[in-house]
């Protein structure tokens, strides 16, 4: 679980700038990453400081840059800790060759993964909306 921030920010004449974060992003946030981008003229940007008391520091080669900025945290809060997203899980045997939205596939409602697990509640469902 990320959350992404992103802004953009001017370098001072001396080519420095700080980005201030929510006043609870170091609360929710760990593990920050960082991407930097130079808009409209040749220069480098380095993050100059990591976050520490919600702000970092950026730094470009020459005065007055335009930085586009973006920092991603993994989140920390007590619900993330509890329910952590699996990246990936295996699907049983029986819902094999289904989907969960067989519509998004040109595919019949039969083929949706709820026919795989109640066919005969889905069957009569179908039955019910026919009949109607």
């Known amino acids: 679980m990320m959350n992404i921030y ?9 080519g420095q700038a ?9 609360a929710l946030n760990r593990d920050f990453r960082y991407q930097l981008t130079v808009i409209g003229t040749f220069a480098q940007a380095i993050v ?17 840059v335009k930085v586009s900025w973006q920092v991603t945290g993994v989140r920390q809060d007590a ?9 990936e899980e295996d699907k049983p045997a029986t819902e094999r060759g289904f989907y969960l939205h067989p519509d998004a596939f040109n595919q019949p409602e039969e083929k949706g993964v709820n026919w795989a697990r109640n066919p005969g509640l889905m069957r009569e469902l179908k039955e019910s909306r026919e009949r109607s």
Request: net charge negative; aromatic share 10%; charged share 25%.
């Open 6 to 14: 992103n802004g953009n920010v001017t370098t001072d004449a001396e």
């Open 18 to 26: 700080v980005v201030t974060m929510p006043e609870w992003f170091q």
């Open 48 to 64: 100059a400081e990591e976050i520490s008391d919600n702000s970092f520091k950026i730094k470009t080669s020459a005065p007055n």
């Open 79 to 87: 619900f993330a800790n509890k329910h952590r997203i699996k990246v």
